[in-house]
């Protein structure tokens, strides 16, 4: 069983920064993509920045330049540098994990990120 605990969420005012933390639990096999989602009111869940096993990233064009993902494999813990960031950042943030040798998908209960002055 994989359990994704999140943490670094809260409010910060434009141009601000925020790090958010997700630590995994369990069987994580040596395989897998990692990230973080993000979903508005309203809005369906966009990817905001992948991680590979094989350290390959992957970033949606609206936080390239302003987010950085990265991890400690000894901690099994990946993280989400936000800077500079505005109100269309707002959103609740999800972190992902795919086994991809089992084909299976984790969801973290996700942290809110708030942006505003």
């Known amino acids: 069983q994989v359990q994704l605990v999140e943490s670094g969420g809260g409010l910060v005012q434009p141009g601000g920064s925020l790090r958010l933390s997700c630590a995994a639990s369990?069987?994580?096999?040596?395989?897998?993509?990692m990230g973080w989602y993000r979903q508005a009111p309203g809005k369906q869940r966009d990817m905001v920045a992948t991680?590979?096993?094989?350290?390959?990233?992957n970033y949606a064009d609206s936080v390239k330049g302003r987010f950085t993902i990265s991890r400690d494999n000894a901690k099994n813990t990946v993280y989400l540098q936000m800077n500079s960031l505005n109100a269309e950042d707002t959103a609740v943030y999800y972190c992902?994990?795919?086994?991809?040798?089992?084909?299976?998908?984790?969801w973290g209960q996700g942290t809110q990120v708030t942006v505003s002055s």
């Open positions: 992902n994990l795919i086994l991809v040798q089992l084909g299976r998908r984790y």
């Open positions: 369990g069987s994580i096999f040596s395989m897998y993509v």
């Open positions: 991680m590979t096993s094989g350290g390959a990233t």
